[in-house]
Nanobody, 124 residues
Framework: QVQLVESGGGLVQPGESLRLSCLAS????????MTWYRQSAGKEREDIAS??????????RYADSVQGRFTIPRDKEKQIVYLQMNSLKPEDQARYYC???????????????WGQGIQVTVSS
């Protein structure tokens, strides 16, 4: 059974740091592109950080809004992808979602899995 379980959210003050975790199970974690999305009230879901799978070189990409403040390290042994968030701003307040995506080579079928999301509140 595929599962993505996010943890680590909560309330922080502007300027502080927070690390989200996404524990993956039920699929070949190293080969999937892992992405963190976020959605705040009244806005569309936004792709903010991703890391490609092993076959694609494990390349990390970031949205301009978080570049230089967020990183997306991956622990392949523990099957966890993190979102390290530094220098948090009020506009980072959102619900954060973990996503795993890959295209099955044999069938060309897309595999697309989502976590339930976790709330991050940035407020003084």
């Amino acid at each position: 059974q595929v599962q993505l379980v996010e943890s680590g959210g909560g309330l922080v003050q502007p300027g502080e740091s927070l690390r989200l975790s996404c524990l993956a199970s039920g699929f070949a974690f190293p080969y999937f592109r892992m992405t963190w999305y976020r959605q705040s009230a009244g806005k569309e879901r936004e792709d903010i950080a991703s890391q490609s799978g092993t076959y694609s070189g494990g390349i990390a990409r970031y949205a301009d809004s978080v570049q230089g403040r967020f990183t997306i390290p991956r622990d392949k042994e523990k099957q966890i992808v993190y979102l390290q968030m530094n220098s948090l701003k009020p506009e980072d307040q959102a619900r954060y979602y973990c996503n795993a995506w890959a295209r099955e080579i044999a069938t060309n079928k897309e595999l697309d899995y989502w976590g339930q999301g976790i709330q991050v509140t940035v407020s003084s």
